[in-house]
């Protein structure tokens, strides 16, 4: 497979996926990135884990719709041109 910039967006693209797909209950609660264990003080920088949840939690929410229709062009691209 030739380095494309299809698939440079086919590879951000399934990365998103990834991040998208994941159960807070199922697999966070248990590699200790929780919705509990996020607690900070007031005025207290967050850290790196809270930021990266908060992440998280953003694509999740905001990428759930679009990812829909971006996925359904991908899978046509690749069905018509292979």
């Not at 920088?45 to 229709?69: C, D, F, H, Y």
Request: overall charge positive.
């Amino acid at each position: 497979m030739a380095f494309t910039l299809y698939s440079l967006i086919q590879a951000a693209i399934l990365c998103v996926n990834a991040v998208a797909v994941l159960h807070e209950e199922r697999f966070l609660t248990k590699i200790g990135w929780g919705v509990d264990q996020s607690v900070g003080g007031f005025g207290d920088e967050p850290g790196i884990k809270v930021q990266l949840m908060n992440l998280v939690r953003s694509v999740r929410t905001v990428m759930r719709v679009p990812l829909i229709a971006v996925n359904s062009v991908c899978i046509v691209l690749l069905l018509l041109f292979g």
